[in-house]
């Protein structure tokens, strides 16, 4: 209880500081819950500007990773290729070696 008071003690004061802040710098209440307002529609404009670049850089990462995944598939593909090719070159020089010479003409 002592605790609670005490609370609504300190709540008290600071709304009479408030209040006399308010009357001397010629704050009216209005003024107050305008600027309220307009920091509340601020503060929801940035929130949504951020949320859009958020949205942006998620798409762009999106698409990267799926440029990248292409580059690796490709990849994949030509170095398959290149096997294919050297196996088959291999095969090639093993079949010259395995030829007989070719005759001398006469």
């Known amino acids: 209880r002592a605790q609670l008071a005490q609370a609504e003690e ?3 004061a600071r709304d009479e500081t408030v209040a006399l802040l308010r009357h001397k710098l010629g704050v009216s209440e209005d003024n107050v819950r305008q600027l309220r307002a307009e920091l509340q529609q601020r503060s929801w404009q940035r929130a949504e500007e951020i949320s859009a670049q958020t949205d942006a850089h998620a798409q762009a990462l999106a698409a990267v ?11 994949g593909f030509c170095r398959a290729q290149l096997k294919c090719a050297l196996h088959e070159l291999a095969n090639l020089e093993h079949e010259r070696r395995l030829a007989p010479p070719p005759a001398v003409a006469a």
Do not use: K
């Not at 440029?67 to 990849?75: L, W």
């Open 10 to 12: 300190l709540a008290a």
């Open 65 to 75: 990773r799926a440029e990248a995944e292409s580059h690796r598939e490709a990849e």
